[in-house]
């Protein structure tokens, strides 16, 4: 394959409101970030991925963007923004900025000026339909629950908004919002913006029969009636040969409904439209039929199977990306391993996953230290949209919010948004005020403080990780084979290329396992107990990486 700069790179991803408080009003900000890039390049991070700093009403922590050209006024200023981009380039590290256009912010000028009248010049950014027998034109539903269509009073017509009634859809049938896009993307990367993720780019393109749900299970009508619609690729080319192929950037977009059937058509190397996306085959291992607050178990073979199903997809054809969490999830420890007694064994075998497998590797910023869930006692202390709603749904059902809590616990987005433990001072050290929400109450025993001065910390650990993945380019561009399959407790796979053999073993299991690959001359390179041996008697948590000699 083809060696390029963002194939070979560690990227962190940045939750702005939940990073640092420079100015202690209690919510994240641009200054903050600043302050904390010699910390980021101290872990030997190639790209920053910032969230949304865009000027946003805040529905949803600012994937509802009112102005694409300017910054938030809780985050600070353009001067602010620019001094990052500098301090970042700085340390020979590069920006990715979020794309969000499949839809904007109510607030947005465009939609203001959409729902004025339905012979307005700007009616056609978003989707108007007349309402059906006195309700919405189908009966399609949001991802946050509800109705997909809002009623608008001053035209009597329905808008479509796939998330909230404060993100209205954009129409991209409409070429004027195509070229829109191209200029707001050209404007950042004039500034000198290194790549765009590009939030739910897989919804863009809107089938145009409108036709009622076809299954009562949200994640069948996502994929066969959200997302990969008619256009989808006709834009992403388009946009492809009028603004990315002109810059030196990457791309990764996002997409519920990306399946292992339709990735390549999103990032094979010779469609010209994107370089990675995010898929969500392993975040949605563990919800059930009813979703994100239907958890349901599953089993570390299903698991291996998605990223083995993956790899053999795209290997020679295009690039994948490696990731078990963000913004959107539960931490990735809580979530794919354990956060009790092994919670620190635990975080190092994921980091060891993430940097030996094929693909670009994304952090999520906290799970570095190990940041695990959190549980709320009370409802009042959650914030995100998307849980709110859904205990508004269970009010309106008559349930107590209460009696379902738990499954916030376990899946809600909240989990992952709570501030960064900086120290063991007060708020964790991320604001001197009370944050917009709620410390993680571990932050006495999990922090960046605490864990610098620890040889052995998950923090050290992940520096080290990074680092090994850089010494050892095998682990970018080399083959990559799962042995032992069908082990319900042992990962292990092999990486190799023409010069180099290396042999992961990791135990995600809170049990000792006496494993047996019939693998000889194994030297051991990494591993995360301190008195690791050459065997393979694999301890709860356990991780060894060998080099494997003929
Ligand atoms: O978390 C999810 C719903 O339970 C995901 O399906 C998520 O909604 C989906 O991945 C899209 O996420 C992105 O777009 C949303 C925004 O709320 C998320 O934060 C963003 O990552 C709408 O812009
Ligand atoms: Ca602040």
Known sequence: ??????????????????????????????????????????????????????????????????????????????????????????????????????????????????????????????????GKNGGPPNDWEGFFGGSAWQHDEATDEYYLHLFTTKQPDLNWENPKVREEVNDIIKYWFDKGVDGFRMDVISLISKRPA?????????????????????????????????????????????????????????????????????????????????????????????????????????????WGSIFLGNHDFPRMVSRFATDGAYRE??????????????????????????????????????????????????????????????????????????????SGEVNGGFSETQPWIRVNPNYPDVNVASQERDERSVLNYFRKMIQFRKENPTFVYGDYESIQNDHPQIYAYRRWDETNEYLVVLNFSDQEVDFSPIITGLELLVYNYDDSTEDLLMSPWEVKVFRVHD
């Open 1 to 130: 394959m083809k060696k390029t700069w963002w194939k070979e790179s560690v990227v962190y991803q940045i939750y702005p409101r939940s990073f640092n408080d420079s100015n202690n009003d209690g919510i994240g900000d641009i200054r903050g970030v600043v302050q904390k890039l010699d910390y980021i390049k101290s872990l030997g991070i190639d790209v920053i991925w910032l969230c949304p700093v865009y000027k946003s009403p805040n529905d949803d922590n600012g994937y509802d963007i009112a102005d694409y050209r300017n910054i938030m006024d809780e985050f600070g200023t353009m001067d602010d923004f620019d001094e990052l981009l500098a301090g970042i380039h700085e340390r020979g590290m590069k920006l990715v900025m979020d794309l969000v256009v499949n839809h904007s912010s109510d607030e947005h000028a465009w939609f203001e000026a959409s729902r004025k009248s339905k012979d307005n010049p700007y009616r056609d950014y978003y989707i108007w339909k007349p």
């Open 210 to 318: 409108y036709a009622d749900m076809v299954s009562p299970v949200f994640e069948e009508v996502i994929e066969k009636q959200y997302a990969n619609g008619p256009r989808i690729h006709e834009f992403l080319k388009a946009m492809n040969e009028a603004v990315l192929s002109k810059y030196d950037i990457m791309t990764v977009g996002e997409g519920p409904g990306i399946t292992l059937e339709h990735g390549l058509d999103y990032v094979g190397e010779d469609r010209d439209e994107l370089n990675m996306v995010f898929h969500f085959d392993h975040m949605f291992l563990d919800m059930g039929d009813g979703g994100k607050f239907d958890p349901i178990p599953y089993t570390l073979t299903a698991f291996k199977d998605v990223f083995n199903r993956w790899d053999e997809k795209l290997k020679g054809k295009g």
């Open 345 to 422: 064994e635990a975080s190092k075998l994921l980091a060891t996953l993430l940097m030996t497998m094929r693909g670009t590797p994304y952090v999520y910023q906290g799970d570095e230290i190990g940041m695990s869930n959190v549980s709320f006692e009370s409802t009042e202390d959650y914030r995100d949209v998307e849980t709110l709603n859904y205990f508004k749904q269970l009010w309106a059902e008559g349930k107590d919010p209460m009696d379902h809590i738990h499954n916030a616990h376990k899946m809600g987005r909240d989990n992952a948004r709570t501030p960064i433990q900086w």
